[in-house]
């Protein structure tokens, strides 16, 4: 077995390379540039947080959904305003990150003029990780709470077969002396991407992440994956992914539960996942100095603790995220060698629409 690449061994890009490679990559799939542009903002944010599961190795599923019509390439998407804070956004079957921009962007449009903005999107796919979003709303001075549905692969619980999905769900606060709190969770304990990763590393997973096709607990990757995930908590976590699933989909008139259709078994089908933008102005509740010093305090108060294990400091959701941000920038960002390659090959198809 040939060993796995180490962090060094990748390829490395600085911010506008890979910004520019990732469009490039988004146009020779079909995207016209700008929504190439916007898609790879969020796939760039999510490897600069460390979370390569959801950055532009992303490439592999969205392109071949792209190629064979899976995903709409030349998505109109259309945001309607039925009210002053709130906006409908109809994705058109966009590449979800595309979408999930669109509806981001509205809901900061609504949050300026009416100190809150909540925008419900519809006929969406896979947006990535949540914290991207996070971020880009916080560095514009807007509070968050952001989920998206998701692919049912969780029973309902208590039951036996997967009728939810592993919809994320994410909070963020804006801190003007320093970093944003940034809390971005799945519903389950772990999500399926780090169970497929053990798979192909041939390696067994905890017996708490996931159960076989009979909802019996598993430490086989594969069972895992025939099976369904476990959710954080218990019935709380449960109950937590159906409230998601119901502003993000019930509410946005996309699809929820058992209709969302799975991407890896019906890659050609529209998915008509659901996003929810909900956005707090937080320049209508104070001064940038009133809150960046709240922000202060607030973690000077966690770090304060003495940690339980000396080698693993207390911290404050987000840091982790924001610390390796600041590691790539100095460093490069590292990105696996065949995740480079497919990116080259798309590139190299675009043209400059």
């Known amino acids: 077995m040939t060993a796995a690449a180490t962090p060094q061994d990748k390829p490395r890009f600085n911010e506008a390379e890979l910004t520019e490679l990732g469009t490039r990559a988004f146009q020779g799939l079909g995207l016209p540039r700008q929504d190439a542009a916007d898609v790879a903002r969020i796939l760039l944010l999510a490897d600069m947080f460390g979370l390569s599961t959801h950055g532009f190795s992303r490439i592999e599923s969205y392109g071949e959904r792209l190629q064979i019509g899976g995903i709409n390439a030349r998505a109109h998407i259309r945001v309607d305003a ?24 509205a809901a900061m449009e609504a949050a300026r003029t009416q100190g809150v903005g909540v925008a419900f999107a519809r006929g969406s796919n896979h947006f990535g990780p949540i914290s991207p979003y996070g971020l880009i709303a916080a560095q514009e001075g807007f509070a968050s709470i952001i989920g998206s549905n998701a692919t049912t692969t969780i029973a309902p619980w ?9 919809s ?10 320093g970093d944003p709190f940034l809390l971005d969770m799945a ?3 772990v999500a399926r991407a780090k169970i497929r990763n053990a798979l192909k590393a041939g390696q067994p997973i905890p017996d708490t992440w996931a159960t076989d096709a009979a909802g019996k607990p598993t430490t086989d990757p594969k069972a895992a994956l025939d099976g369904f995930l476990l959710p954080i908590g218990g019935h709380k976590g449960y109950g937590l992914a159906l409230l998601v699933d119901l502003f993000s989909g019930l509410l946005s008139n996309a699809a929820y539960l058992t209709h969302v259709q799975s991407w890896s078994d019906a890659p050609e089908q529209a998915q008509n996942l659901g996003h929810f933008f909900i956005l707090i102005d937080t320049s209508r509740l104070g001064s940038a100095q009133w809150l960046a010093e709240r922000m202060k305090d607030f973690a000077a108060i966690l770090h304060g603790s003495a940690p339980a294990d000396p080698d693993r ?3 404050v959701p987000g840091e982790i995220e924001m610390d390796k941000m600041r590691r790539q920038r100095e460093e490069g960002i590292a990105l696996d060698g065949a995740v480079v390659a497919l990116l080259r ?4 198809k675009a043209t400059s629409s």
């Open 82 to 105: 039925p009210a002053p804070a709130l906006r409908l956004v109809d994705g058109d079957n966009g590449v979800g990150p595309l979408v999930g921009m669109h509806a981001l962007r």
């Open 158 to 166: 208590g039951g036996s077969d997967a009728r939810l999905g592993n």
């Open 168 to 177: 994320p769900v994410g909070f963020g606060v804006p801190n003007p002396g």
């Open 187 to 189: 519903m389950s304990v």
């Open 313 to 315: 400091p207390v911290i």
């Open 345 to 348: 090959e798309h590139a190299a």
